[in-house]
T-cell receptor, first 115, second 112 residues
Framework: GAGVSQTPSNKVTEKGKYVELRCDPISGHTALYWYRQSLGQGPEFLIYFQGTGAADDSGLPNDRFFAVRPEGSVSTLKIQRTERGDSAVYLC?????????????FGPGTRLLVL | AQTVTQSQPEMSVQEAETVTLSCTYDTSESDYYLFWYKQPPSRQMILVIRQEAYKQQNATENRFSVNFQKAAKSFSLKISDSQLGDAAMYFCAWARNNDMRFGAGTRLTVKP
């Protein structure tokens, strides 16, 4: 595709529910990143995929958060038993090869609101 | 731990004037990359400019240029001939390998 796309654009859920957020990277990009951006803050790294595997998941805050990229393209971020503190914008980015310092191209994000 | 500090939560500039956004970072690494990203209300982060730490020459992209002071760990962004479309949040970021750290951002307002 022309750019990174994310769905849904906005998601409202209730505390305790399960949510899935989808990221469609730029076609051919092998590296994919998830970030979380809380209100008034910069993006915070969650997880990095190289191909189908999670090369670095050190930013995931706890075991309620999980992400997959089964075919090396689309990725899904899954949040179980959502809490109000999970409310944030979740950003996805991709880069061509994952070479250090390579430009990351961001999607428009999914705004998650947990009531 | 690597941290990025943007000390100006908000900045304002008159259209056609020049503005400088500040960024400092803390790292013990010698090889890394620095970025400025722009985030308009649409939320999509757009790369403005990129600097490799091993290059002494400051990066420039049209009206955007940086002042990279490696010893001082400073990486400021200068926007010349400011335009209304430059109004956005600006984030400074440090990266090494695939670890990218962002500052808290500076909101830039451009006055007509």
């Amino acid at each position: 595709g022309a750019g990174v796309s994310q769905t849904p654009s906005n998601k409202v859920t209730e505390k305790g529910k399960y949510v899935e957020l989808r990221c469609d990277p730029i076609s051919g990009h092998t590296a994919l990143y998830w970030y979380r951006q809380s209100l008034g803050q910069g993006p915070e790294f969650l997880i990095y995929f190289q191909g189908t595997g999670a090369a670095d998941d050190s930013g995931l805050p706890n075991d309620r958060f999980f992400a997959v990229r089964p075919e090396g393209s689309v990725s899904t971020l899954k949040i179980q038993r959502t809490e109000r503190g999970d409310s944030a914008v979740y950003l996805c980015a991709s880069s061509r090869t994952g070479t250090p310092g390579e430009t990351q191209y961001f999607g428009p994000g999914t705004r998650l609101l947990v009531l | 731990a690597q941290t990025v500090t943007q000390s100006q939560p908000e900045m304002s500039v008159q259209e056609a004037e020049t503005v400088t956004l500040s960024c400092t970072y803390d790292t013990s690494e010698s090889d890394y990359y620095l970025f400025w990203y722009k985030q308009p209300p649409s939320r999509q982060m757009i790369l403005v400019i990129r600097q490799e730490a091993y290059k002494q020459q400051n990066a420039t992209e049209n009206r955007f240029s940086v002042n990279f002071q490696k010893a001082a760990k400073s990486f400021s962004l200068k926007i010349s001939d400011s335009q209304l479309g430059d109004a956005a949040m600006y984030f400074c970021a440090w990266a090494r390998n695939n670890d990218m750290r962002f500052g808290a951002g500076t909101r830039l307002t451009v006055k007509p």
